[in-house]
């Protein structure tokens, strides 16, 4: 091969991975419940506006009102919930997430958020997702 084919052979080759990095990125940054699919930017201003003051900007439940709340707000980074139909250890489904946010947790500072919309509930989900470890 001459050194210019193969540059050009490397070059592409990375455009692939990078394509297909993007590609999986853009998949991790949706949710699906039922027919709706949840979108992370979407989500991201209706998270900063209706959840952000317990659980925080980055997910880490270092909102404004955490200290005062007992138990205290999901650390999402953490990426350990209570509400899961999946095995200890792994991440709850996209419904899991869903449900325990429409509910709100009784006896918990945690509301129903049942008055949004399914589709903005979904898109927080996607949006939640992205402060778990990768
Ligand atoms: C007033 C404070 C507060 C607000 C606002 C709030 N949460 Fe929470 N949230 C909590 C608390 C407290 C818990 C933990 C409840 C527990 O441990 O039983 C929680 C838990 C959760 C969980 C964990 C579910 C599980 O299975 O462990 C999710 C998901 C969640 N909240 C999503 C949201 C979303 C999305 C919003 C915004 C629409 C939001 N929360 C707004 C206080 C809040």
């Known amino acids: 091969m001459r050194p210019h084919t193969r540059w050009v052979a490397v070059a592409s080759g990375w455009g692939v991975l990078l394509f297909a990095a993007g590609v999986t990125r853009a998949v991790a940054q ?6 709706v699919t949840g ?10 506006r209706y959840c952000a003051g317990c659980h925080g900007d980055d997910g880490d439940a270092r909102g404004e009102n955490a200290q005062w709340i ?3 707000p999901r650390d999402f980074t953490m990426a350990v919930f209570k509400c899961r139909s999946t095995p200890t250890g792994t991440l709850p489904t996209d419904e899991d997430l869903f449900n325990a946010m429409t509910r709100g947790f009784v006896t918990t500072n945690m509301p ?4 949004l919309t ?3 509930r979904a898109d927080m989900v996607a949006y939640i997702k992205t402060f778990s470890p990768k």
Do not use: K
């Not at 949706?30 to 027919?35: D, F, M, P, T, Y």
């Not at 129903?112 to 008055?115: E, G, L, M």
């Open 39 to 48: 979108h992370a930017p979407a989500g991201r201003p209706l998270y900063e």
């Open 118 to 120: 399914p589709q903005g």
């Open 30 to 35: 949706e949710s699906h419940i039922g027919s």
């Open 70 to 72: 007992d138990p205290r």
């Open 112 to 115: 129903p958020w049942v008055a």
